[in-house]
């Protein structure tokens, strides 16, 4: 009995390696809209994109903020291009990877871990009191002098608090895709692989 559930327990997990696209397309299509979005607003924006990284008193300070600015951009629109068509899509992970670990350092590591306040998280951030007092002061303003149903008909308000959460989010899934690729069919890895291997 043992050895026929081991068998069946085998064949099973075999034949799962063959739908991995499952996993991997939803991953590369997600992230390949987050980093579009991400690389096509800072090309938008570059002149201010570049200052906020060379800017020491309320940016980045880097060194070489238009060359750091343009990689950046390179690897996010790039990185988008290789992930949606499963292309060199271990390759397109690495500078992505470094992207989210300079953001998740840099920019939102001061934040704590969430990024929206949130009083029933786990991990809420240092200053989220002061947070829900101005929340709340924001909503009584627009109740009071705004048209609140309308303002709040799609969504509640929220303060952002900038956290690591997204990116460290990121960062997983970009970890995720180094290690499986980009899946079989769905990705021109799949069929460039497939092709190689034929010839040999």
Not at 29 to 45: C, D, S
Not at 91 to 120: C, E, F, R, Y
Not at 158 to 181: D, K, P, R
Request: aromatic share 12%; no cysteine.
């Amino acid at each position: 009995m043992l050895t026929l559930l081991t068998q069946i327990h085998t064949r099973l997990m075999q034949g799962l390696q063959h739908l991995d696209f499952l996993a991997t397309l939803p991953l590369r299509i997600y992230l390949a809209a987050v980093f579009w979005v991400a690389g096509t607003n800072k090309i938008a924006g570059f002149e201010g994109t570049v200052q906020w990284f060379g800017n020491p008193d309320w940016g980045l300070g880097m060194p070489f903020p238009e060359l750091m600015a343009s990689l950046a951009i390179a690897a996010e629109v790039g990185g988008a291009v290789l992930l949606l068509l499963g292309l060199a899509t271990r390759w397109a992970t690495l500078p992505l990877i470094v992207t989210m670990i300079v953001a998740a350092v840099s920019v939102h590591w001061k934040n704590g871990w969430q990024a929206i306040h949130d009083p029933m998280s786990p991990w809420p951030s240092a200053n989220l009191e002061g947070a829900m007092e101005r929340l709340d002061a924001a909503k009584n303003l627009l109740q009071e002098h705004g048209h609140y149903d309308w303002l709040t008909e799609t969504g509640s308000f929220v303060i952002s608090n900038n956290g690591v959460e997204w990116a460290v989010t990121y960062l997983l899934m970009l970890l995720a895709l180094l290690f499986l690729g980009g899946g079989r069919y769905l990705s021109l890895d799949y069929w460039i692989q497939r092709r190689m291997m034929k010839q040999r």
